[in-house]
């Protein structure tokens, strides 16, 4: 993900002392997303404000359709209290997720709400096919939500450097500009992040990783990506193409890859490596023939010993990147947890086995992704809220709100 070349687009030029006012806001809206039901009260004691001033400043952000407040679920007795939760009226994130088989397009509120989905099959996989549609998919989101998308936030299963897609090779695409995606070229940030970095972040911030010091994420959908978090820091590399762990040579020696290159361990976890080992071509849809051939594998002896054989590779090549990476934990996404799910025995074996001997007393655990199909999607959300809600995107924000009036004139927190 690179956010560092998509600054918000500033109405104008603002000092530090004006940005400063955003800070403690920026803090309490980043509260949001990670502790969904957060009252008031506790707010207050997360950024140590008084509750007066807790309070001055959550009317604040309501007149600045930033939050709103609804009744909290009761917990026994007690006083009944309000939780805090993103405004009807506030801010949106276009949350683009382009898949080897189809696209996603959504809106996201600051809580990672996601709604008005649209979702469709490619009708021709060529990059300009896809991105004219999706270009389209966001101006008629514009059309609906007005100035209230700040952002877009787009995932895609490919190599980027900033807006460019450098190789998508299950989609066969090369050197695709994702510029159209920007909102009808006014200037709205366009994020671009890689899938599986996105849906390690959503892991590592909401899901089944978070609280680990350093997680290890891996997805397999065609092939296989990940990511390494350290920190809730994603180690992306110097140009934001790092995670590349299927085009590490962890498969089958003389196997190539449609990177060019041979003996990927891309080529060993999914439906390719399935149809390869039953001595079938090679299917136009491999993420699909791999979930059919795990519902057929209680039934067909050939479909379960080309599923376990993909669980094995997985395994094998988790084990490595532990002995590396140094993880304390790690996560498996998309088709990996299916065959986490159908050959856990063959996997965990397989890992086992790959670890160095003092690793094996405490091995980090493998397990399920909390957020499954959907990881990128959040995490690609989350990049978005991010940016929003920094420093300079709340004053953003309250330049375009005639609502934010008393606000934008007074310092706030």
Do not use: K
Not at 20 to 36: G, V
Not at 139 to 144: A, T, W
Not at 202 to 208: N, Q
Request: aromatic share 2%; proline share 7%; glycine share 12%.
């Amino acid at each position: 993900m690179s956010t560092s070349e998509t600054p918000l687009p500033p109405q104008r030029r603002r000092s530090r002392a004006e940005l400063a006012r955003w800070r403690t806001p920026a803090a309490l809206l980043a509260l949001l997303p990670t502790r969904p039901g957060i009252t008031r009260a506790q707010a207050a004691r997360v950024l140590r404000l008084s509750s007066g001033a807790a309070s001055e400043l959550v009317a604040r952000l309501r007149t600045a359709h930033l939050l709103d407040e609804r009744p909290a679920t009761p917990h026994g007795r007690g006083r009944p209290t309000t939780e805090l939760v993103a405004h009807p009226e506030g801010p949106l994130i276009v949350v683009v997720d382009i898949r080897h088989e189809q696209w996603q397009v959504s809106v996201s509120d600051l809580t990672v709400q996601i709604m008005a989905t649209a979702s469709r099959h490619h009708r021709d996989r060529a990059a300009p096919a896809v991105v004219s549609t999706l270009a389209a998919e966001v101006s008629r989101l514009r059309r609906r939500f007005g100035t209230r998308l700040r952002a877009v936030s787009v995932s895609v299963p490919a190599t980027l450097r900033g807006e460019q897609i450098i190789q998508a090779s299950g989609l066969g695409w090369h050197d695709v500009d994702l510029s159209a995606l920007r909102l009808e070229r006014d200037g709205t940030p366009l994020l671009v992040g890689n899938n599986a970095t996105l849906a390690g972040g959503a892991e590592a911030r909401l899901g089944a990783g978070g609280g680990a010091r350093v997680l290890l994420h891996l997805t397999v959908e065609v092939g296989i990506g990940g990511i390494l978090v350290t920190g809730g820091v994603a180690a992306t590399g110097s140009t934001g193409a790092g995670g590349e762990f299927g085009h590490l040579p962890l498969g089958t020696p003389g196997v190539v890859c449609p990177c060019g290159a041979l003996g990927c361990w891309d080529m060993d976890v999914d439906g390719r490596a399935m149809a390869r080992r039953r001595g079938e071509p090679e299917p136009a849809d491999p993420r699909a023939y791999a979930s059919a051939m795990v519902a057929a594998a209680a039934e067909d002896a050939s479909a379960l010993g080309a599923v376990e054989a993909c669980a094995r590779s997985l395994g094998a090549g988790a084990a490595g990147l532990v002995n590396a990476l140094d993880p304390d934990r790690v996560t498996l996404g998309g088709l990996a947890t299916e065959l986490h799910a159908l050959a856990g025995d063959a996997l965990t074996a397989s890992y086992h086995r790959g670890l160095m001997r003092f690793r094996r007393r405490e091995p980090p655990p493998l397990l399920p992704a909390q957020f499954g199909d959907d990881g990128p999607a959040v995490g690609a959300a989350l990049a978005g809220i991010d940016l929003v809600t920094s420093e300079a995107g709340l004053a953003s924000w309250v330049d375009r709100d005639p609502h934010a009036d008393a606000v934008g004139r007074r310092p706030v927190g």
